[in-house]
């Protein structure tokens, strides 16, 4: 299990202590979405993204399901991997494979993504913040997030060779030359 030991202290905070709640529970979704965007656009250590409720819930049940996922991130002419791993149903902590193999207790994460769900039933919305620590860039971590949503709420990639089911459910048959042929790039910033 990945650890948060010696994680930085503003990961995983409540919605209630990163926005002003009670003011935004006033607004409507479109309005939110723009409010949550806002405020991460100039932020170097967190970036933000919202889910309607339904594919929220498609990611949780499925992440419940299968919570390991590998992630390659290309740099240059390389690349490395990093492993996702779903907790509490809110939380997914991405971190280093190799520091995993090492001690998956001292695996720090390098990027946490958390859903925010106090604003689902109201306004039909979860808001997704990713709080980055500095081994990534800031556009690394948006497209892990988008990534992450993708590669469990679309079925072809949730249950293909290389997808997160076979991944969890049957490791022997993950095929991961077909994840690094399959795994989109990401645009240049």
Known sequence: MISRAGHASHVARKLGDIVKLPLLRKEQAPRIKEIWAEYHSNRADAVARTLEETQATLLVDRAQAAPLQLHPVRRGEGHFLLLSQFQHRKHFLFTFLEDYKKNPALARPWL???????????????????DVEKELAKNEAEFLIDQCVQSYCVLSRFSAPSGPLTFNQEPKKFDLDGMMRGYPVMRPA
């Open 112 to 130: 946490t993504m958390t859903l925010h769900d106090d604003l689902a039933k109201d306004r039909g919305l979860v808001l997704v913040r990713g």
